[in-house]
Every structure is written in C-alpha cells, then in structure tokens.
C-alpha cells in the first residue's frame, strides 16, 4: 500500500546558515572559536551537497496513520516509496533513476543501524521498515550520491538515516480507524517522575511506545495484515561528558498478498485489478534490535562515540510472479525464507582544531558488521513445499576505517575531503546436497571522497552582496566513489569476479533564498555504476549486466506564504542506460527497465493557531522504460492528490485522511515480463503486471494527550 499521508511542512534545510555546522558548546576555561569557522562535531548532519537535507517530524506527522512506515522516506524529494507484494513484504524503491528494488542503491538506517540486509533470501539490500513506529522517528538525515565518507555499502544513489526521539513533551494514546475496516493502536509514552523530571536538565531521558495495527487492504482477497510493534529508548548522563543510550526495537507481522496482477487478465472478462491469480501468497516476518551507545566529549572541541547493535531477523515470503510458466500444474510460487543473525558497531572521533592556522575539523572512524544467515529457496504450492532449489548458510562480514578532513582556508570557502577502506569476507556453505556452488571469498575497495562549498557574495566573501538571493547564495562541487556489494552466494558462483562494483558521482548543486520566505535547491548529477553481477533470488541463480550511465536534475523548494501557510516542491528527472545492450537485448537497446525517470510532489500546509492544521498534496510520477528497448512498452504515469485535517483542543486530538481524492487508477508497483495463466500457450505471454494503488478511501483518527 502506497502512502496515506503526504508531507506536512517539509522543514528543507535550505537555509545556508543551517548548512554551515554550528560551533560546538565550549567550557568558559575553554572557549569555542569564531561559529562562522567552525564544524558542529555533536550530530551527523548532511552538509555537503545541495542535494543533502535534514527533514524533522513536522514533514512527516500525518503519515503516522499510513499502512507502512517506510513511506516517511517520501519526505525525501526524489525518493519514490511502493509496495507490490501485501503490506508485510518491504518496499520498492526508487530514486535517481535507479529502480533500487528492495533497497540494493541506497543505504538506509535507523539511529545509523543498517536496514539493509546483505544476500538476503528475496534480494540483495532488502529493507523493510515495518518494524518502525513513524511517531518515535524525530528527524530523517538525507544525503544522495556517494559524497559521504561515513556512508559505505549501497550508498550509491543516496542514503536515509531515521533518528529516533529521546523523549515526548507530552504522552499520549491514539486510535485510527477507516476504509477497508483499517484499524491502528498506538501508546506513546515519556515517564515525567524521578531522574526523568526535569526536561533539559534531567539526567535521564526515556521513550516507550507500543503499537497495533491491521488492514484487510481493497483486493478480494482480504490482506488480513496485522503487524506489533514494541520500542523503547533511554538516555542517561553518567557525568558532564559522558552520556549512555539504549534502544530495543521487537516486531512480529503477517500478511496475504495478491500480488502483481497481468494486464492481460485484468482487461479480460470475469478479472479485475482487485484480483489475484494466486491468493495463497504472502509471508510472515519478525525482529528484534537492540542498540547500546556510549557518547564521551573529551574537551568541548572533541567527541567520542562507541556503539554496538545486534538484530535477530526471521522472514518466510510467498510469492508468485510468473504463475504458471514453469509448473503448469502445480504453479510457481516460491517460499524464500531467511533467518539470520546481524551484529556489529562503530567507534567515532571528532575533533575541532582552534588552534589551526585555518578552521580544521577532522571526523574518522570504524565501522564492522556480520551477517550469519540460513537463506533458502524451495518451489511451493498452495504454501506446501515441493521441492528445494537453494539451501545456503553464508556467513559475511566487513571491516571499514574512514576519515574525512574539512578545511576553511577562507570565510567563503569550505572543503571536505574523505577517504573511505572495506574489506569483506564470504563464505557460503551448501546445505540442499544439489551441488550449488559454495567457498570463501575476500575483497576490498578504496573510495574517494571530494566536496567544495563556496559563498563567494556573502558579507564576508570575495564579492559581498546586499540582494539576499546573492548573500545567501552557495555553490557545491561534489565528486565521490560508492559501491553496493554483491550476494554472497553470486560470489561463490562467480568467484574471480568483481563482487564490490563501484559507483563514481559527480554534482554540481546550488541553494540560496528569495525575498526572506523562498528557499530554493538544485541539484545536476552524473552517476556511473561498473559492472557487476547480481543475484535473482526469486529464481536463485546469477545475472550479469554491464557498465550503467546515469545524470539527472533536482529541485527543491519551501515558500512561507504566511507564519501559518506554506507551500512546498520539489522535481526530479533522470535517464539511465547501459553503456552498451545486456546480453540478449539486441543492437541499440540500452535503456535501464523499471528505473524512475519524472516525479514531483507540491503540497500546500496550514498550521494555525487555533489548532486547525491542514493539508492538500500532490504526486505524480512519470512513465519508465518496460524493457531495454525505447521503442518498447512503457510503464504508467499517474497522478494523485491526497487531503489531510487536524484539529486539536485542550487534550483531545481528531484527525481526518483523505488519499487519492480523484479515485484514480493508479500503479504501486508496475513491471514487464513473461507470465502464463492457465490455458495460455506454454512459452507464456509477455505483459505488463502491476500492483494497483489504494483507491479513494478515508481514516479518522482520535488522540489523547496526558
């Protein structure tokens, strides 16, 4: 299921004070440097390409009542968030012109805990948000391209840190209830007694949260989705420098799926985009995480991090894509389960030198991580096992060192200039006694990193300005190496291949603001990806594709029209091919299927004081190559508009949703490929299939605060 809500005043950080880091608070024996020079050493923020934002919770408030938490990533401009496979099952993503899949082109965390989830049993990134409670996440920390040091595998194009909140100002319950007899629990809860009295100065800080929710979805085939989610967070001050956080995460989910359905059945008689060829798919999945952090400021001008996390992970998923083009009988569906353990951390130093002769701030660390995962694949029908094609235990872990140095020689000049190391270990060890390939591998790769931000009409630049859009106005030049890595079952079959393909980025972007209420981003990119091998894990063996070319431009924008009102956009456009036809593809077919090439959203956002807040959105999303002929079919274009009103008095809160008001058809997910149905010839039948969007529909939700 798509999204519910749209963005609620997109805090775009477009300001360039808010880009330059702050200073960071200093002792009076020891007094903090110019705040002009310095580099804030406390927070991890995105500030080196006008591509970067931070987005707080106002942007994504409403879509706490959205049937998947992963769609708060829409908040990023660019980021396209589906579903195409019940509401249990993670998303599809897709940005920068990139058909990410399951997230193999974009790193995603929660409090800089990897999601991603390597040689996954259904696809290598898999990462599924379902296990977030979208009222806890406090802000999202946005970078795109592979600019940033700290940020290794699948960081190609971009990543997304969701950072989740301390402490509540207010506690409170809250139900939600609507169409397709949707219903959602939720307890958000602060204690205000003993060490956590007190707000800011309190020693402790504590968040728990408890939520409830399940959906029959609009397909004939009832979803019967409930999901739980359980989270807890506590900080405590162990003395004026040292801070220690914890964090437990635990959530159990399951679901039916109808799955992409073909166009073929769907225009046909007794069929419609309700439907489903096979309703027995689905899955169920669960997880536990934890996370233990230990913060110590050595001096006001320097800070230490050390963390580790562990996650326990199940997931059996049902699927059934081509239905029945290999079993005629029996059908295709595939069972993929995956049961792992994840564990790993980092330590971080940061350091502000005041001593330099210019403004010098170094940031450097260690990062580890390990997968130890029972991953198969076995041909099913109706859920019941009928044979195995994969039974694997893969073991693969990474040791990455990174240190990035940023460096003010002028009050209007700014570098960043990082480096990052990874090494990785495979091993993968057959269980199906089918011979499938097996062995131990070992890689590395060595990424370069270059940023320059220049001011050159600031008061304090090379030619100082007195019209706002030229004061404020800032240029980036960005240049980095990315990579994602391959499963680690491609790299016990294709050994001596290159299982850490590479990404080079280049960005040129600029921000600057209008008449004191306009603030403006753009962005043109450049992103070539190497070749490389990937793993099919719905079929369980290995595809090779060549050499990729991508580039494209963002915008972005936020308009306070009044201190109550604004207006918000943000487009962007790409094209993809690959540097010369896949195999098979025939001369002259090299574009890139399924990848995303136009979307834009615009919104219009009321917060007024009397407690009245209001919403009216608008998506749309451009049509995409089906197959690497241009010529070929092409996958929708849609467009819809969504609505959202809150009103709050005293401690009751009534809230009111209403998604794609013009009851438009719309496609979740969409695809081009060979499929048989019963009585069809037996080489099958080249379509489109496609997952279709919620129709028009509404939720009410009610609050108590306490």
Known sequence: ?????????????????????????????????????????????????????????????????????????????????????????????????????????????????????????????????????????????????????????????????????????????????????TQRYLLMFSPDQGPFAGGEESPARALFAFEAYGTDGPFHNEEDLWRYNVFGRVGVDLGERTRFEGTLNYYDGDWNASNEVPRRAVDGPGFDRWDAVDPTDGGQSSTARTLLKLIHEPSALEQLEAAAWFTWYTLDLYSNFTFFLDDPVGGDQILQPDDRIRYGGWLEYARQFDTAPVPVALRAGLQTQSDDAHVRLHNTTQRNITSTTRDDEVRESSLALWGEVEVIPLPWVRSVIGLRGEEFWFDVGDRSGLDNPEGHERDAVLLPKVNLILRPFAGDGLLPSEIISLREFELFLNYGQGYHSNDARDVATNPHDNTLPTALGWEVGVRTRFFERLDVAAAYWWLNLESEFVYVGDAGDTEERGRTRRQGVELAAELEILDWLFWEGSLGYSSGEFAEPPEGAGPGNTKIPQAVRFIADTGLVARHPSGVSAELHYHTFGERYGTENASDQRLQSWSIWNAALRYRRGPIEVGLLLENLGNTHWESAEYYFTSRLQGEPPEGVDDLHFVPGNPRNARVALAYYF
């Open 1 to 181: 299921m798509r999204r519910a809500l749209v963005p609620l005043g997109l805090t775009l950080s477009l300001l360039p004070g808010a880009l330059r880091a702050e200073a960071a608070a200093a002792d009076a024996e020891e007094p903090a440097p110019t705040p002009t020079y310095t580099v804030d050493v406390r927070e991890r923020r995105p500030v080196t390409a006008a591509s970067a934002f931070v987005r707080d919770s106002r942007a994504f408030e409403f879509r706490s009542v959205s049937d998947d938490p992963g769609e708060i990533l829409e908040v990023t401009p660019g980021l396209e968030v589906g579903q195409h496979a019940g509401g249990g099952k993670a998303n599809q993503y897709l940005i920068r012109g990139f058909d990410a899949d399951h997230g193999t082109d974009i790193a995603l965390f929660v409090d800089n805990v990897p999601v991603n989830v390597r040689s996954h049993a259904h696809g290598q990134g898999y990462s599924d948000f379902h296990f977030v409670i979208p009222e806890t996440v406090e802000r999202l920390e946005i970078t795109k391209g592979p600019y940033e040091a700290s940020i290794g595998d699948f960081a190609t194009a971009g990543s997304v840190n969701l950072v989740t909140r301390e402490q509540l100002d207010e506690s409170y319950v809250k139900f939600e209830g609507g169409s397709f007899d």
